[in-house]
């Protein structure tokens, strides 16, 4: 295992992603006592379920550890100690050469059972490309995988991003749930939204119970739900804005070391990726509208039709998720390899292998498939 940046893992608690970073050190100190946490753990061995683990851009000397071309990769990250992450940590790759040898090496497992359940936890988060909360869970349970709540937060660094959107969002609920309330709507609607985010079971939030007639578990369904759809629109949001500029900057991406026959591939691969995620985009604006619609329904005095909506919406996570969480990484790989200002300036092997993995990643997608096929 080679030693991990420390400066990249010193900010991870303080600036990370929640699609970029599952920081499970801290869910331990955080949950380690609670009885879900000690019932249902992500990872059977302590020291996995006590890492970091975290999306990565490879860098070019990186990329020889792993066979065929990747730009990305999964992390691990064991901190050499948990509440002083400026000490670094010792990281290994998902899927690198020897991973699953030299796992087993350096971590106790208690058996051979144990080692490869965790194992294919592993993989499976290898496979997705972020760590969006909301598709996590429904990947997981669609192995037949269930592990305690916690593991599905929002990270801290985001759902302070979010407050000033999340208010926004949840003003005609507040006002419909709240209308004999003293405090000012909006100073009201930002208390709960920072309460909805960070710590749904809050007393302060029964009155959004109640005006959603949702209790048990069925509540808790709900909110995790309405968490995951505010979330999306959040990251849509943010994401949007850049979407023309990052396909003109694919489209006009220099390369060079490369045949008359190798341009024009390139040329008709870019092509394809920008069409593609015009697609994903649109497939993804056409889901968030059927929870527009449902909201809207609330805000016009009809509850139980989004109360309804939200109890059976955790099952469109899989294919929201998998497309934001795509769209997300081709924009954030794109702006952390090409710096805005710069006209992005490649080999031609380099451009084979990012043009690849994001054809490949965006087959992935169910209408992108079809687009690929055409």
């Known amino acids: 295992m080679k030693t991990a940046d420390r400066r990249d893992l010193s900010l991870v608690r303080e600036t990370a992603s929640t699609t970029r970073v599952l920081d499970l050190a801290f869910i331990e100190q955080r949950f380690r006592d609670t009885e879900d946490y000690q019932a249902r753990p992500l990872f059977k061995c302590a020291q996995l379920n006590s890492s970091i683990i975290m999306k990565h851009a490879l860098r070019l000397n990186e990329r020889r550890l792993f066979n065929g071309m990747r730009i990305t990769a999964t992390k691990i990250v064991f901190p050499f100690s948990k509440s002083d992450l400026r000490l670094g940590g010792a990281g290994i790759f998902v899927g690198e050469h020897d991973f699953e040898r030299t796992l087993k090496g350096r971590l106790q497992f208690a058996d051979t059972r144990s080692f490869e359940a965790d194992i294919d936890i592993l993989?499976?988060?290898?496979?997705?490309?972020?760590?969006?909360?909301?598709?996590?869970?429904?990947?997981?349970?669609?192995?037949?995988?269930?592990?305690?709540?916690?593991?599905?937060?929002?990270?801290?660094?985001?759902?302070?991003?979010?407050?000033?959107?999340?208010?926004?969002?949840?003003?005609?609920?507040?006002?419909?749930?709240?209308?004999?309330?003293?405090?000012?709507?909006?100073?009201?609607?930002?208390?709960?939204?920072?309460k909805l985010m960070t710590d749904e079971t809050a007393q302060s939030l029964e009155p959004l119970r109640a005006t959603l007639r949702l209790s048990g578990d069925e509540y808790r369904e709900g909110v995790f739900a309405w968490k995951g759809f505010l979330y999306y629109k959040w990251v849509i949001g943010e994401i949007s804005p850049r979407i023309a500029e990052l396909a003109r900057s694919i489209l006009s991406a220099r390369v060079y070391n490369a045949t008359r026959e190798e341009i024009a591939a390139l040329n008709t691969s870019r092509q394809r990726i920008v069409r593609i995620l015009g697609v994903t985009m649109g497939s993804i604006n056409s889901a968030l509208a059927e929870y527009d619609e449902?909201?809207?329904?609330?805000?016009?005095?009809?509850?139980?039709?989004?109360?309804?909506?939200?109890?059976?919406?955790?099952?469109?996570?899989?294919?929201?998720?998998?497309?934001?969480?795509?769209?997300?990484?081709?924009?954030?790989?794109?702006?952390?390899?090409?710096?805005?200002?710069?006209?992005?300036?490649?080999?031609?092997?380099?451009?084979?292998?990012?043009?690849?993995?994001?054809?490949?990643?965006l087959a992935g997608i169910g209408a992108a498939h079809d687009e690929l096929a055409v």
């Not at 999340?166 to 609607?189: D, H, K, Y």
Request: net charge negative; with cysteine; hydrophobic share 45%.
């Open 123 to 194: 993989t499976l988060l290898d496979s997705l490309p972020s760590f969006d909360p909301f598709l996590l869970r429904e990947r997981l349970r669609q192995s037949g995988v269930e592990v305690a709540r916690c593991y599905f937060e929002v990270s801290e660094a985001d759902a302070s991003r979010m407050q000033k959107f999340v208010t926004s969002q949840i003003a005609a609920l507040v006002e419909l749930a709240f209308s004999g309330a003293n405090a000012a709507p909006r100073e009201l609607s930002s208390r709960l939204a920072e």
């Open 294 to 361: 449902a909201f809207k329904a609330l805000s016009e005095g009809r509850p139980m039709a989004f109360r309804d909506f939200l109890l059976s919406a955790p099952k469109m996570f899989l294919e929201i998720g998998e497309a934001v969480g795509i769209v997300k990484h081709i924009d954030s790989f794109w702006r952390f390899r090409f710096p805005a200002g710069r006209t992005p300036t490649m080999d031609a092997e380099e451009a084979n292998e990012v043009f690849h993995e994001f054809e490949f990643t």
